[in-house]
């Protein structure tokens, strides 16, 4: 080491040999090579330095591209149902086991491992017309997982009955999902149906355990907290669609017709609708739609 390097220069270069970050180790060595005097006694070590500055550059280039690469989409939510579920709720509270039950197959990974699910997980299946999407929602309640909820018209609060003040837990959790998304259906897993007090299925909560699983009567209560009909279509004499068209309540033909096609509606002559328990009515484009509604439309 050339003895003519004042003190400030020694401190510098162990504040660079400390520094934690990288970005800190890159902008300090940086400083360091620009207060190191430029002569032929200090060639070799301006370029050992220069070295150094150019290895932590390419690490830190390389985190970059890899934080990109995995950060991006992670935690991205492409809604792909006619109605998205987000799933909350405190690690191993049985987010996983709950969105298999609906669907009605071991899709997710289930374990007593906590934190197994790391990454939003969609799960989609068709159920009396309507293309569920529901997500599991990591429980790390970040702003970035907590963000998927922005795309969902309903959220699940699952919480594990057999842990602490279930009210309190509900509460908080409400908290954090309310600002992105307004809509909250509270869910308790009894697990192996214990009893849990002040807790009964009601309007505002709804208990499940593998002995009790009532699959039809969530579903239907998710679907009416969507705030959302759905509209079975059918071509004159021919079948009911499978799937239908899900629009906001309040719907007329005319939405259902832009929803299936902008030219649709051009070449739209009338519909006759199919209400269940009522007769078939013969409607134009103002007519407002109800949930199972079916659509004949005639066009020109
Ligand atoms: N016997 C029984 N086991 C259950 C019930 N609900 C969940 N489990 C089990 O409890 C464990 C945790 O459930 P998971 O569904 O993995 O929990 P999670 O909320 O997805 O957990 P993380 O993704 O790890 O945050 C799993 O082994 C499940 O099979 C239940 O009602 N009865
Ligand atoms: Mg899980």
Request: charged residues 35%; proline residues 3%; hydrophobic residues 40%.
């Amino acid at each position: 080491m050339p003895a003519n390097l004042p003190r400030e220069w020694y401190l510098l270069e162990e504040k660079v040999r400390e520094a934690k970050s990288l970005q800190e180790k890159v902008s300090l060595l940086e400083k360091l090579i620009g207060m190191t005097p430029k002569h032929k006694g200090t060639e070799n070590l301006l370029a050992e330095l220069r070295k150094r500055l150019s290895k932590y550059r390419r690490e830190l280039e390389r985190k970059k591209k890899v934080g990109r690469a995995t950060s991006e989409p992670k935690f991205k939510v492409e809604k792909c149902g006619s109605v998205v579920v987000g799933v909350v709720g405190f690690t191993n509270c049985g987010k996983s086991w709950f969105i298999n039950k609906l669907c009605g197959r071991k899709v997710l990974e289930e374990s007593p491992r906590e934190f197994t699910t790391t990454l939003p997980k969609s799960v989609v299946f068709l159920h009396e017309g309507i293309r569920f999407q529901l997500v599991e929602i990591p429980s790390f309640f970040t702003p970035e997982a907590l963000g998927c909820l922005t795309v969902c018209d309903l959220v699940v609060i699952l919480l594990d009955g057999r842990k602490g003040n279930l009210a309190s837990q509900a509460a908080e959790l409400r908290r954090m999902v309310e600002r992105y998304c307004s809509n909250v259906l509270v869910v308790v897993n009894a697990f192996d149906g214990r009893e849990i007090k002040g807790c009964e299925n009601g309007s505002a909560v709804l208990k499940v355990s593998s002995e009790e699983f009532e699959r039809e009567l969530i579903l239907e209560r998710m679907w009416k907290l969507c705030g959302k009909i759905r509209v079975f279509t059918k071509p004159p004499g021919g079948r009911v669609s499978e799937e239908a068209i899900v629009v906001e309540k309040g719907s007329t033909v005319k939405d259902v017709l832009e929803e299936l096609s902008e030219r649709m509606v051009e070449t739209f002559r009338f519909a006759r609708v199919y209400t269940k328990g009522s007769m078939v009515k013969r409607v134009g484009l103002d007519y407002e739609l109800e949930d199972r509604d079916i659509l004949e439309i005639h066009a020109r």
